[in-house]
C-alpha cells in the first residue's frame, strides 16, 4: 500500500501535479465582468473614433500630405516637426499613444472618480500640442452631458497641431460644422514661451493671433506670463454661472502648470487635492487646485498609458472598447476555496504520515 511521505519523490511528484492541475482550474474559472461604467466608456471612445475618421478623411479629401513614417495609422493628427507655429520640442511616441480611442473611456473613468454629474461646468486648458487629448476630454464630456468652459492655446509642439492653415482652432470650428462637438473655446492665447509666442518668430505669431481673430475668439495676450494666468482665471471665473466642479489640463501650458518643473512633478491623472511646496509659479491649475476643485493632468501620455494598461505608439489604432478599462477580471470564489482545501489536505496528509513514520522509529529506538 502507499503511503504518502515527503521523502518519497513519488508524493512530492502527486502534489507537485496536483497543484497544477489545481492552478489551471482556478486560472480557466476566470470571468470578465463589463465595467460599471461600459456604455459610457464605449460611446466616448467611439465618438473620439468617429471624431478622429472625420479629419481624416476631411484632411485627406484636401489633399495633405501625410507623413506614413511618422503618421503611419494616417490619422492626419500628426503635425510637420516643424513649421512656423511650433513652439517647442514634442515626443512623437507620445503623440501617437494619444491617438488611441480609448483614451476617451480613461476620461469617462476619471470624471466619474471625480463624481462629476450632468450639467458640471469643468473648466478645460486646451492645447494644439495634443489634439487627440482634447478630442478624448471633449468625447467625454459629451457622453457624460458636462458643460465645459475652454480657453485654448493655439501654438504647438512638434508633431502635435502644427499646420497653420488647419489649428486647434480650425479643428474645433470643424467639429462644429459636422455636429461632432458643439464645443468652442471662449478665449485663447499664442502659447509657447511665457504664453506669448517666446521662441516663434514674428510671423508665427501673426499667424496664430490671425487665427484667433478669424474665429471671433477673445485674445489673451497680456505683457507676462502672471498677468495671462489671472487673465485666463478671470474668464474662467466669469463665464460660469455655477461653480465649476473640475479643471482639465491638456498637455504643458505654462499658463495652466505656471513654470515647466510644476508639470513634471504632478503626476499624471485626476488629482482631488493638489499641492505643491513652494511652486515657482501657479499656473490656473494650481489656482484651481488651492480652491478646493479637483483638477485633472493630462501630461507624460506615455506613463499615463502604461498606468491605464494602454498600448504605446499602437499601429493600427485600438478599436473602441479595447482595454482593460472596460472589464473587471475575477476569479470563481468557489474554485478558488475548493482548489485551496483539496491541496491543503494533500499537504497535511503528507505531514501525517511523516510524523508518524518519525513516532514509529522513536519508539523503536527506545525499546
Request: with cysteine; aromatic share 8%.
Amino acid at each position: 500500500m502507499f503511503i504518502p511521505s515527503a521523502k518519497s519523490k513519488f508524493s512530492l511528484i502527486l502534489l507537485m501535479l496536483v497543484a497544477i492541475a489545481l492552478f489551471i482550474w482556478v486560472e480557466n474559472s476566470r470571468v470578465f465582468i463589463s465595467d460599471k461604467y461600459y456604455k459610457e466608456k464605449l460611446s466616448a471612445s467611439k465618438l473620439m473614433q468617429n471624431a478622429e475618421l472625420a479629419i481624416k478623411e476631411f484632411r485627406n479629401s484636401e489633399g495633405i500630405y501625410i507623413d506614413e513614417v511618422n503618421d503611419p495609422n494616417r490619422t492626419a493628427m500628426i503635425g510637420d516637426k516643424q513649421s512656423p507655429i511650433v513652439t517647442d520640442r514634442g515626443d512623437l511616441t507620445s503623440k501617437l499613444t494619444s491617438l488611441n480611442p480609448n483614451f476617451a473611456a480613461v476620461l469617462v473613468e476619471m470624471f466619474k472618480e471625480a463624481n462629476l454629474k450632468k450639467g458640471d461646468k469643468i473648466a478645460i486648458s486646451c492645447t494644439g500640442s495634443f489634439p487627440a487629448l482634447n478630442i478624448a476630454v471633449f468625447s467625454a464630456a459629451k457622453v457624460l452631458e458636462l458643460e465645459p468652459i475652454i480657453i485654448s492655446s493655439v501654438g504647438a509642439s512638434m508633431f502635435g497641431a502644427t499646420d497653420p492653415e488647419f489649428t486647434w482652432l480650425d479643428m474645433e470650428e470643424f467639429f462644429i460644422q459636422q455636429n461632432i462637438f458643439d464645443y468652442k473655446s471662449i478665449a485663447a492665447s499664442i502659447g509657447g514661451g511665457r504664453d506669448l509666442g517666446r521662441g516663434l518668430s514674428k510671423n508665427g505669431r501673426e499667424l496664430i493671433i490671425e487665427n484667433i481673430n478669424k474665429h471671433n475668439i477673445q485674445l489673451v495676450r497680456t505683457e507676462t506670463l502672471e498677468q495671462n494666468i489671472l487673465h485666463k482665471m478671470g474668464i474662467y471665473k466669469t463665464s460660469s454661472q455655477d461653480e465649476i466642479a473640475l479643471y482639465v489640463n491638456v498637455g504643458g501650458g505654462l499658463s495652466s502648470i505656471g513654470a515647466t518643473i510644476n508639470g513634471k512633478l504632478i503626476d499624471p491623472g485626476l488629482h482631488r487635492y493638489l499641492t505643491l511646496t513652494n511652486p515657482p509659479l501657479k499656473g490656473t491649475m494650481l489656482l484651481f487646485a488651492d480652491e478646493g476643485i479637483p483638477v485633472i493632468h493630462l501630461l507624460d501620455i506615455t506613463r499615463l498609458a502604461e498606468m491605464k494598461e494602454l498600448p504605446l505608439a499602437p499601429d493600427p489604432l485600438p478599436e473602441p472598447g479595447n482595454g482593460n478599462m472596460f472589464s473587471d477580471e475575477k476569479y470563481n470564489v468557489i474554485i478558488t476555496i475548493i482548489s485551496f482545501v483539496i491541496l491543503l489536505i494533500l499537504i497535511l496528509i503528507v505531514i501525517f504520515f511523516d510524523h508518524r513514520e518519525l513516532r514509529i522509529k522513536d519508539d523503536e529506538i527506545n525499546v
